[in-house]
């Protein structure tokens, strides 16, 4: 396939469109894919219509939805006409969601069904227009959810009539889209709790993408389902737009990805590769796979045994690939630290996994690799075609904060000049405000973000994944969050009580009883992790946290809420 003459989301498509006509897209799981061909006319289409809503180059619209393959329509009929999507995540509240629209200054907005109730227009100067995601129709203001109903039945008639529009739209339609151009505003949702609206370019999205095919190969053969939200950068670029530069498919769910939905997809599906956050696998591991490998005192017995834990991983992880539909060559991690367990587990099992590293604000791989050539608890090597370096690395440790320069880093935060100019160096550096270290062939290894860091009491550096790690190998332990509190470092726990109730019949104990026991094992799981850490690391108290933590769509947890 011939190179790129211009890195812009309209070449892109344009490209692909040429090379894979007929090729199978976007799609449902439970639906036929519609063809790149189709793809693009209902682009073109959809390009008229917002033309008619008088929508020009550099005009922000904003997208509310659930992945499917209209999300995916909207997004390149937005872009590739010049004007500028606003992805918003569907887990921020209404007065997120209006503040984003506000902020922005969305002309219009695509919204789904489920989701129409999150708007609300007191406060809007000007009302952006609302189309209906789900058939492109035009949402009269006031309408109630109920009357949403009307807008889904005439949805065919709708998409007919665009399709009519698509015909007659051939070269009516003729997009000046340059590479610096800005394409997207991605409000993020971070773990300090300050959300801002990263501002990417045409180039920053499609370089990155393009360099990204330089560590792993797509091609059009290939099957993705899609499980994280097409809002955040993570996916929309390595699940989205990579697959739909090289003329792959992408399949989407219509219900939440819990193992009860997601199993039969992929039976169904055989997908080749699968992007992922470590919550994912790192749930199927402490909820499935460890407790069958450790089921009874034998099977711990000879769990404790290198070599014959990794026969029983690689025993484990050719179920999993089985499970996964049997055809995955790439499994990709990303958005959060895996644990390390749990990465040793599909490490042993030569399970095909690769771990990446990025942000939002550098479009958002930095590093990365794929499975053939993972080292453990690495994110890979850095990107060909972007600097990186260490700045100003420990001399005993290597370790300083990572820095980037590239085609891949944003523009800016949106209307925030101060913020925009604290995260660069005078001399053009990114700061992505985590640390880590460049080791032997540029592979990265990441250490924690500067601000979680703990100081200890003769200046050691302490960092909360790290010890959060070694907790959440406790299989009594779902979740946890490290912190310091009075100078003292303190762990909040989320516990796994249906694995203490197998194990210790929690249940059948009076409260009394109960709470006396959890104690006893919180000290346990402290005496454990302080045997296993830095003396200047050790854990002075762990609190349970009787409910799941909030996190970012990246299933990180949201720090700033737990450490006032």
């Known amino acids: 396939m011939e190179a790129l003459t211009k890195y812009t989301l309209h070449k892109l498509l344009q490209r692909t469109v040429e090379n894979f006509p007929n090729r199978p897209a976007l799609s449902m799981v439970e639906e036929e894919p519609f063809t790149y061909s189709e793809l693009n006319s209902r682009v073109k289409a959809l390009q008229v219509f917002m033309s008619q809503q008088g929508i020009i180059k550099g005009d922000r619209v904003a997208i509310l939805s659930e992945n ?222 460890h407790p069958q490998l450790t089921k009874n005192a034998m099977m711990r017995e000879l769990y404790r045994i290198p070599f014959m834990r990794k026969a029983l991983h690689k025993v484990a992880g050719a179920k999993l690939m089985k499970t996964f539909g049997g055809k995955l060559h790439f499994f990709g991690v990303g958005g959060a630290m895996l644990s390390a367990e749990v990465e040793r587990f599909l490490y042993e099992a030569k399970f095909p996994y690769a771990i990446g590293y990025g942000l939002t604000e550098t479009s958002p791989l930095i590093a990365g690799c794929s499975p053939s050539v993972v080292k453990f608890r690495a994110t890979g090597v850095t990107l060909p075609g972007l600097q990186c370096r260490i700045f100003h690395p420990d001399p005993k440790t290597g370790e300083g904060e990572i820095q980037v320069k590239g085609d891949t880093v944003m523009k800016g935060y949106y209307r925030d000049k101060a913020r925009t100019d604290e995260c660069f160096t005078a001399d053009g550096w990114f700061k992505t405000g985590d640390l880590g270290v460049l080791a032997k062939k540029n592979y990265l290894y990441i250490k924690g973000r500067i601000k979680n860091v703990i100081i200890g009491p003769s200046g050691e550096n302490i960092y909360p994944e790290e010890i959060e790690g070694k907790i959440n190998e406790s299989e009594i332990v779902l979740e946890s969050l490290v912190y310091e509190m009075e100078s003292k470092i303190v762990a909040r726990v989320y516990l796994n009580y249906e694995m203490m109730d197998k194990t210790y019949g929690i249940s059948k104990m009076n409260s009394v009883v109960a709470e006396k026991h959890i104690e006893k094992l919180l000290s346990d799981i402290r005496k454990h992790v302080n045997q296993n850490v830095s003396s200047f690391s050790v854990i002075h108290k762990i609190i349970e946290q009787k409910e799941p933590f909030e996190k970012t769509p990246t299933q990180k947890i949201k720090r700033f809420l737990y450490l006032s």
């Open 68 to 289: 499917c393959p209209h999300w995916g329509i909207a997004y390149f009929a937005i872009t590739t006409m010049g004007a500028v999507v606003v992805p918003i995540l569907t887990d921020f509240h209404t007065n997120e969601v209006n503040q984003i629209l506000r902020h922005s200054g969305a002309k219009l907005i695509f919204i789904s069904t489920t989701l129409y109730e999150k708007i609300s227009y007191e406060d809007f100067e000007v009302r952006p227009e609302m189309v209906l995601i789900d058939t492109f129709s035009l949402i009269p203001p006031e309408t109630t959810k109920d009357k949403l109903k009307d807008a889904l039945k005439d949805g065919n008639a709708t998409l007919t009539r665009l399709k009519e529009k698509a015909m007659k739209a051939v070269g009516l339609i003729s997009p000046e889209v340059q590479e610096d151009d800005l394409a997207a505003i991605i409000y993020t949702s971070g773990t300090t709790g300050s959300s801002k609206g990263v501002m990417l370019s045409h180039k920053n999205l499609v370089y990155d993408a393009h360099i990204t095919l330089y560590i792993q190969k797509v091609n059009e053969m290939d099957r993705l389902i899609s499980i994280l939200p097409l809002a955040h950068t993570y996916e929309a670029t390595i699940g989205f737009l990579i697959p739909m530069m090289q003329g792959a498919c992408v399949f989407y769910l219509d219900k939440p990805p819990t193992a009860r939905v997601l199993v039969p997809a992929m039976q169904k599906i055989q997908p080749t590769m699968i992007m992922a956050v470590p919550l994912v696998i790192e749930k199927i591991f402490k909820l499935q796979i």
